[in-house]
């Protein structure tokens, strides 16, 4: 009884068989450094435009400080004009007021 039973062999893996699986896993990774290289080349065009969207800002910023700075510049030309003759006439009112 004993001699009629068949031999099973289990499977082996061979090198064959591993350097199959691993060419396999070669090429996921090297597909996967494929697409992370294309994802990164999108992001860094995306980020470029955002640095031109920001320069654009920048320049719309200075733009309006410069007006904002001449604008208040004026303000303070007629506040001065305005201080130095409600001065002048006052001083001239109490000269006219002393002397008549």
């Known amino acids: 009884m ?3 039973m068949a031999v099973v062999e289990r499977p082996r893996w061979g090198d064959e068989r591993i350097d199959e699986r691993f060419d396999g896993v070669d090429a996921d990774i090297r597909e996967l450094r494929v697409e992370m290289r294309e994802g990164f080349a999108r992001i860094e ?8 969207r920001f320069e654009r800002l ?43």
Do not use: C, H, P, Y
């Not at 065009?45 to 031109?52: A, C, G, I, L, P």
């Open 2 to 4: 004993l001699l009629s």
């Open 45 to 52: 065009k995306r980020f470029d435009q955002v640095d031109k």
């Open 58 to 100: 920048d320049a719309r910023f200075e733009s309006m400080q410069r007006e904002m700075t001449a604008r208040f510049d004026a303000v303070q030309r007629n506040m001065t004009t305005w201080f130095v003759a409600a001065f002048s006439t006052l001083i001239a009112a109490f000269i006219a007021i002393s002397l008549g």
